[in-house]
């Protein structure tokens, strides 16, 4: 997967998580995009890491597992960074 496509990816999963994530998010959409790309990232180690598959392209699959690693990055910011 191109590296265009896994900054698309991660804009999307970074905005899905900020959008799942109850609470004050005090990151702004700057930290939203830097966390959903490396979520994107994350996600697909986490996921062939446990077996559910990876980021391959663009489809449903990989949106669900970079938006979960982005909420994962999310949340350990909220909780430990700030």
């Known amino acids: 997967m191109g590296i265009f ?3 698309i990816l991660g804009l999307i999963a970074g905005a899905l998580a900020k959008w799942l994530m109850p ?4 990151g702004g959409w700057f930290m939203t995009m830097v966390l ?3 979520g994107a990232f994350v996600g ?4 062939s890491f446990v077996g559910l598959g ?8 990989s ?3 970079a938006t979960l690693g982005a909420f994962v990055l ?8 700030r």
């Open 44 to 47: 697909g180690w986490l996921g």
């Open 74 to 81: 999310l949340f350990v910011y909220n909780r430990f960074v």
């Open 23 to 26: 609470g004050k998010d005090d």
């Open 54 to 61: 990876s980021v391959s392209g663009i489809n449903l699959g």
């Open 36 to 38: 959903g790309i490396a």
């Open 5 to 7: 496509s896994w900054i």
């Open 63 to 65: 949106l669900i597992t």
